[in-house]
């Protein structure tokens, strides 16, 4: 199966969603994502699937399916308003005129004229209908009705009323035309500052989307061998390509160093702005800037697979989640409409028959009810909200990779740290190593460390690797990784040789005080001794979580000693050294029977207990395996953010609590309302726009306010 994402213009709500989620399903289409805040659609295309014929289908919907280049798929002919405010400003000129006698004091005969009135309504009625009707008559034959066939019933109901008096001549009993003008302009008006509020929740990821487009300085050669530069599009960059780049300029794709050093700024991905050394060999992020220095690079990534796109990629796709607590809203949404519908008419009845009011007020209070009943504030609730929490986070350096993880963290009761590498920077030095065979040299000895050493992506093993490096290394006929002892290799000549923990030399000796045991034929040579530093910022930390009223358990491998020292040192409540990979997945399995549990690791040794822990968190430094089983990524190079991420992601959960219970409130205090007659279709046109503009506003402080 293909993956397929695209960018679908046009939807406003849920139901927007739903309907072209249901489309999609009824398509064979699988597992369909569609977030209408961003307008990301995803889905799993079957081999027999057509993408054309898909994108058809969604703009025969009523919206637009964009291609890569952002421009339309549909063939439709170019409409006269490509915006709300546009429609608004067309309808106010008209409208403007039939709101002028609702003002104590303003009194103008010509305008009492039904003709007139009917004139001034026909322009705006036609921009109404030819929007909201159009897209109240698709959602209904999708069988999925949104918001505008409520506005479009409102609208048509006071506008055939008006008509109707008007071709009986009895128009001073049926003049409701501005009612139906009026509806129309302030819908417009409340969808384009809805619309504007929207936006606001994207502002953080459509700042990482804007550095992917940059130019560059592309190096190429003539026959002669001269280097040339010359500048091109960063779009139209290929792996492989050589590029130059010089202080203050952007890197323009994922790259690795040829030539040369530099300061980068990586705040885009990692939201620290203090710049980072980087010399030959080393890797650049696409996005990133050179604050000083010059380098020469050649591109390792472009499109799809840079750091940057798959950042992104991961966001939209959680934001396109829904979490529990979505879940009801959307139930409520999918039959909003139809029973808001179903009110009104009820409404209409019992007031004409049960009152003396007569059919006219009878009418405008049906007509009210529809216009104030907003099912977008029940769809907009929980999107508006995580897409601000999610947003917040990608700017500042962590990753969530789905919603669910953003919502559970509200619930975590307890953190457990892995040690090297997680609560230590994980730059490790060789402090003492020491030979105790008679059979082989120093020399010999770290050269066998080093040959073994070298496949490893543990930090001490690096460290070892790269202070003992070689031109002379072994070469094994078989060699590998057994978690939780080390590296186990054969020579060419059948010799077995081991660098492990105090675990794989247990059987030969009762001193578990070092770091690295070398054997060789099941003969101890020697062993090593390395130190590693604990992180700046990992007290600050540790004493904030515990503030917080939050357990923090230190879970290892090493040695139980080591492990004490640095957990007392940082204040840690429980340490527990010496742990296997088993050890820890039971001991995680255990921890979430007992409270919502998060992990934090770094290597190979830690990916099961991420994917097993109520809410994995990895750091960016981390092994490829560590990363991919945990929910949560510290870009940052650290643990700073730790409490940032919990604390977003307590707060949003919040927000949308909050934003739930004003999307109920609103509705059952506002329906009530308009059917006893207390509220006029005018002003409830205003008010409707208005209550998805509260929320988007209520989620966009997320951005603003403190959270750790």
């Known amino acids: 199966m293909e993956k397929v994402n695209w960018k679908v213009e046009g939807m406003t709500c849920t139901n927007c969603a739903l309907t072209v989620n249901k489309y ?87 305008l009492m004229n039904p003709y007139v009135q009917l004139g001034l309504t026909i322009p705006v009625f036609i921009v109404g209908m030819d929007f909201f009707g159009r897209s109240a008559i698709k959602s209904l034959l999708k069988g999925i009705p949104n918001m505008n066939v409520l506005i479009a019933l409102g609208a048509v109901a006071a506008f055939g009323y ?111 702005s203090v710049p980072l050394y980087k010399k030959m060999n080393d890797h650049l992020i696409g996005g990133s800037i050179v604050e000083s220095g010059t380098i020469k690079a050649y591109v390792t990534a472009v499109g799809e697979d840079t750091v940057l796109s798959n950042i992104l990629r991961l966001v939209r796709e959680a934001q396109s989640e829904k979490p529990p607590v979505q879940q009801l809203a959307d139930k409520i949404s999918a039959i909003f409409v139809p029973t808001v519908v179903s009110i009104a008419t009820v409404t209409v009845l019992i007031n004409y028959f049960a009152t003396d009011i007569g059919f006219g007020a009878s009418l405008l209070r049906g007509i009210a009810v529809l216009v104030i009943s907003c099912p977008c504030a029940m769809g907009l609730a929980t999107p508006a909200a995580i897409a601000v929490g999610l947003g917040r986070a990608a700017r500042n350096g962590i990753l969530f990779k789905n919603a669910k993880s953003l919502e559970i963290f509200k619930s975590i009761k307890q953190v457990v740290f892995d040690k090297t590498g997680t609560l230590t920077t994980g730059h ?42 070689s031109k002379e290394d072994i070469r094994w006929a078989t060699i590998e990784e057994v978690k939780g002892l080390g590296m186990q290799a054969t020579d060419k000549e059948g010799n077995t040789y081991v660098a492990g923990s105090f675990k794989a030399a247990a059987a030969l000796t009762n001193d578990h005080s070092h770091n690295v045991y070398i ?30 009223g939050i357990k923090t358990i230190l879970l290892s491998g090493d040695k139980k000693e080591k492990c004490e020292q640095v957990g007392k040192e940082l204040g840690i409540d429980l340490i527990i050294g010496e742990q296997t990979p088993e050890h820890k997945l039971e001991r995680i399995a255990q921890f979430n029977q007992e409270v919502p549990t998060a992990m934090v690791g770094d290597g190979i040794n830690d990916a099961p207990a ?44 919040i927000t949308i609590k909050e934003n739930l219970f004003w999307a109920f409130a609103y509705n059952i205090v506002a329906i009530p309302v308009a059917a006893l007659g207390y509220l006029n279709p005018t002003f409830g046109a205003l008010v409707m726009g208005l209550s998805d503009v509260v929320l988007a506003v209520n989620s966009v402080r997320l951005n603003f306010k403190k959270v750790e």
């Open 519 to 548: 054997i060789r034929n099941n003969e101890l040579l020697g062993w090593i001794d390395v130190a590693d530093e604990i992180r700046a910022e990992a007290k600050e930390v540790i004493s904030s979580l515990k503030n917080r």
């Open 428 to 469: 490790f030095t060789i402090v003492d190593d020491k030979v105790i065979s008679n059979n082989i040299t120093q020399e010999q000895f770290r050269q066998i460390a080093f040959s073994l050493e070298k496949y490893s992506n543990h930090p001490i093993a690096s460290a070892i690797s790269k202070s003992w490096k």
């Open 162 to 272: 008006s008509l109707y008096g008007t071709a009986i001549g009895r128009a001073e009993e049926f003049l409701f035309y501005e009612t139906a003008a009026t509806i129309i302009t302030l819908v417009f008006l409340g969808n384009w500052m809805e619309d504007r509020s929207v936006e606001t929740t994207q502002t953080a990821l459509k700042k990482l989307a804007i550095t992917q487009k940059s130019m560059a300085n592309m190096i190429a050669y003539d026959d002669q061998h001269q280097e040339h530069v010359f500048p091109v599009e960063s779009t139209s960059l290929k792996v492989g390509d050589l590029l130059l780049i010089k202080t203050g300029e952007q890197v323009p794709m994922d790259c690795k160093i040829l030539w040369g050093e530099a300061q980068i700024n990586e705040a885009i991905i990692s939201g620290e």
């Open 24 to 110: 999609l399903q009824s398509q064979g289409m699988q597992n369909v994502k569609v977030n209408f805040i961003g307008g990301d659609v995803s889905f799993d295309l079957p081999d027999n699937g057509s993408p054309k014929e898909i994108a058809k289908g969604i703009n025969g919907l009523g919206y637009t399916v964009k291609n890569e280049d952002n421009s339309d798929t549909s063939k439709k002919s170019k409409r006269l308003f490509t915006n709300h405010l546009q429609r608004f400003w067309f309808c106010f000129v008209f409208t403007a005129p039939l709101m002028l006698h609702m003002i104590p004091g303003v009194h103008i005969h010509f």
């Open 610 to 653: 991420l994917a097993k822990a109520t809410v994995g968190i990895s750091l960016s430094d981390s092994t490829q395996v560590a990363m991919q089983s945990a929910q949560v990524v510290l870009m940052n190079h650290g643990l700073k953010n730790l409490p940032l991420a919990l604390g977003l992601g307590k707060h949003t959960y």
